[in-house]
């Protein structure tokens, strides 16, 4: 059985040197000291990204969008994805889409579950064989509330658009993160919404592979190279 999780619920970011290079455009100064490697991304967490109103400097985003009337940090967990054919109507993104507020998280992997045999199997999903590429997002800057620790501190959030599924994704999940390459990146933290539009769609599905990892990385907090290391799936009749 598909669709064990939500779509796209985890990433990876295994070779920061690979992003470096292949966004040389980036400014990178500003993530520097904490650009590593990481095998296991969740919602939540602090992912490498870019932003429209800093188009060439790389930096942090929380990932999963909190619209401004959140009350909690924990909320953005209901908004780590969007659908790209509602954004513009969906109360939680509407905002980000009519204000051109576009935003991509830089990775080279990003994970998908089966269910079998009543347990979850996770597949990592790569461009190119595991090139760095973008996922096309929307951002909105957050403020924790005075009921917060850390209240007054403003956080650049983030959601992942989705689009239908192309066959290299489908036999796993109906839904795949919208994904840049190249210059594609740029146009899109650029142009207009009619342009926005139209690069929503599914990557060509011959620019895709997928292989079964060790389901050690089912567990939020491991992140360590085995967590994507290929994994034979036992059988289950």
């Given at each position: ?83 790209a054919e509602t954004v513009a109507t969906k ?67 983030a959601t992942v658009l989705t689009v239908p ?73």
């Open positions: 059985m598909r669709y064990a999780f939500s779509m796209c619920g985890r990433a990876t970011r295994r070779n920061p040197y690979a992003i470096q290079k292949s966004y040389a455009g980036l400014s990178f100064a500003k993530v520097q000291d904490r650009l590593k490697p990481t095998y296991n991304m969740a919602p939540r967490q602090q992912v490498l990204g870019v932003a429209s109103d800093a188009p060439q400097t790389a930096t942090w985003l929380s990932w999963g969008l909190l619209p401004v009337w959140a009350k909690s940090w924990k909320d953005g967990s209901r908004c780590i994805q969007a659908q109360p939680s993104y509407r905002s980000a889409w009519k204000n051109m507020r576009r935003c991509a998280l830089i990775v080279d992997g990003y994970i998908e579950w089966t269910t079998s045999g009543g347990k979850k199997w996770p597949h990592l999903f790569e461009v190119e064989h595991g090139q760095p590429f973008a996922l096309a997002g929307l951002w909105e800057d957050w403020r924790r509330p005075a009921d917060d620790p850390h209240a007054g501190e403003v956080l650049r959030t599924a192309n066959s290299v994704v489908e036999p796993i999940n109906d839904r795949m993160p919208v994904i840049l390459l190249g210059d594609d990146l740029a146009r899109w933290l650029t142009c207009g919404l009619d342009e926005a539009t139209q690069m929503m769609k599914p990557l060509a599905a011959e620019k895709m592979n997928q292989f079964a990892i060790n389901p050690m990385v089912n567990k939020v907090g491991v992140d360590q190279p085995e967590c994507v290391q290929p994994y034979e799936q036992p059988h289950v009749p």
